[in-house]
């Protein structure tokens, strides 16, 4: 299957069907929504962004064919924009003959995630309320126990009535699922890559998660976001959902600070490095714990993850041990 033609129609079948059986209604088959890019991603890393293009418009048109324009529109924001335009963009190098960066990719991931939040947002600015209006009253709708959730918070000393739970819940439903379309467009990425070098068809290398750099610019704008949040109405609600978009990229290169700089420690003696390897993935246990069930230490890594962009954390401690990141 040498024809970027033939490969993208592929693609495009293969992921709509995937689509389609997500949507089926059954709880077995609904995380499958998360798989559906791969065959695009696959094809535009290893037959050409053209090719995840071409397979994207296919599976657009079946979508809307089967289930109607709204199936075909949350099937392209969902599945199909982020495939075409990163596989684009991961083939289109850095401008001196290399691989484009990591690091730029995660942010076109996150502007990606923050543009259809944008058209979301104006597509419900006709609505009353706007989007957040429309998701409360979604909320209220959903046949949740609320008396007794307000109950458990009220138990742990937190107040809070029902109005002030459903207005809180309902700003946290878009910021949650536009960090989990990243992941998860991320995810199919690395996947992807893994399957077209498999098969030979790779046209560019790994990515270099270790050496993964953001933009200066990326920090001034989740501060101004940041800043913003703290305003009333739905200039607030924007705010804070476009800064909880921006700041996985700082969370996600905190991560892997920790990981590079637990590494280069653990490698820093040739002798014990037996030993200290062993420490290290128990350390590392003992931390993705905490990272779950200690409510400040994601907002540490977050911090990490700034500091690492102004200071250079891993970009010093790879200088010294160039060959021990991960």
Known sequence: MNSPWVMGISAGALSVLIFLISASGSVLTAPLIYASP???????????????????????????????????????????VGPVWLSRQALMGNGSGGDAPSGQLLVWATALAALLFGLCAIWFSQYEGGLQGQL?????????????????????????????????????????????WVMALLANLLVGQTIVERLGRAQRGRFEIAKLELPKGLGLILLVLAAAAFFSGNVGFIASTLAAVFILPFFLTGLITVHVMTNVWANRDAEKAAGFRGLRKGLLVGFYIMLLVWGLLPLLVCALGFIDQWRGLRRNALAVAPHQGE
């Open 38 to 80: 791969l065959p695009l991603v696959v094809a535009g890393l290893g037959w050409g962004w053209t090719s995840s293009l071409t397979g994207a418009v296919l599976a657009i048109g079946l979508a809307g064919l089967m289930t109607g324009a709204l199936g075909a529109a949350v099937y392209a924001l969902s599945a199909a």
């Open 136 to 180: 409360e009253i979604a909320v209220t709708a959903v046949p949740l126990d609320l008396e007794g959730i307000i109950g458990r918070f009220e138990a742990s000393g937190v107040e809070i009535s029902r109005e002030q739970f459903i207005s809180v819940f309902s700003a946290m439903i878009p910021a949650a699922m536009a960090l989990i």
